[in-house]
């Protein structure tokens, strides 16, 4: 479970950095003073949860929960604070704890291990539909994603199955009017963090498999149309109706592959 903590109090956040860094399984992504810093940082990396100290500067730590609730409705939200007067204000942030100041170890301990039971994952199925127009479907509710890139990024991946693919394949095929230069390289990049949020956001994050310059996805996730005409589901084959990811040209070498393998099974 990654976690991040705010506190403008720098020796209560040494404090709770030290204690959070001894408990397992509990990694610390980031310890800031200032709510700003937090945000940027929760963002881009979207932790599973936070500990905010609520009597902050500029921006308390209420005001700053419900920001990471717009980025991440499921993050998990604990406050400090050395008063009991705004306990009521921070449960009806669904507030999975609130602890006072000066807390020890057990404190934390025991809110961290309640966290870690609330992160284990849950069962979520995970359907793909290629034939015809291209879709993901999370638990029966279509995904919506934030540009058509990411979705199309997405589409991609699954087209190679469990091929990894480099930046510069994924550009050539995404962007093939685009020259390969220092600006398409970053708008890729762009691209994939915001794939990875949503991915995130819907809880299937594991979907993705990022190492360096390769990326993939675990097709051992999906239930795919098109994965299943491959393994010789005869279902998939008789829904397959000369179709496939019909937004994207760089999907026509799959569809010519398709209609020679549905035209043998014919045979």
């Given amino acids: 479970m990654r976690i991040i903590l ?11 950095t030290g204690f959070c860094s001894l408990i397992p399984d509990v990694t610390v992504a ?3 003073s200032n709510a ?7 963002s881009t990396w979207l932790p599973d949860a936070a500990i905010l100290d609520i009597i902050m500067p500029v921006q308390d730590g209420i005001t ?14 604990f406050f400090t604070t050395s008063s009991e007067q705004h306990a009521l204000s921070a449960f ?14 057990s404190d934390i301990f ?15 199925h995970i359907r793909v539909r290629t034939f015809g127009h291209f879709d993901i479907f999370v638990n029966g509710t279509l995904l919506t994603f934030p540009r058509q890139k990411c979705k199309e990024l997405l589409a991609f991946f699954i087209d190679r199955r469990s091929g990894a693919v480099s930046a510069e394949q994924i550009i050539d095929a995404l962007w093939e009017e685009r020259c390969y230069d ?9 691209v994939l963090r915001d794939l990875k949020k949503t991915l995130k956001q819907a809880g299937i994050e594991s979907l993705l498999i990022c190492s360096r310059n390769q990326n993939a996805i675990n097709p051992s996730l999906l239930d795919c149309d098109y994965y299943r005409f491959l393994d010789g589901d005869i279902s998939a ?31």
């Fill in 36 to 42: 700003e810093d937090a945000f940027r940082f929760a």
């Fill in 64 to 77: 700053l929960a419900d920001r990471l609730y717009e980025i991440n409705p499921n993050i998990l939200i």
């Fill in 237 to 267: 084959i008789h829904e397959f109706n000369d179709e496939y990811m019909v937004d994207y040209s760089w999907a026509e070498p799959t569809v010519a592959m398709l209609m020679k393998k549905k035209q043998e099974f014919v045979q």
């Fill in 30 to 32: 980031g310890s800031f």
């Fill in 182 to 190: 220092s600006t398409v390289r970053a708008y890729f990049h762009v």
């Fill in 92 to 105: 009806r942030r669904r507030a999975v704890s609130y602890i006072t100041k000066p807390y020890n170890f």
């Fill in 6 to 16: 705010v506190d403008d109090d720098m020796a209560s956040l040494r404090l709770l």
């Fill in 110 to 124: 025991d809110a961290l291990e309640r966290a870690k039971m609330l992160c284990t994952p849950k069962q979520i």
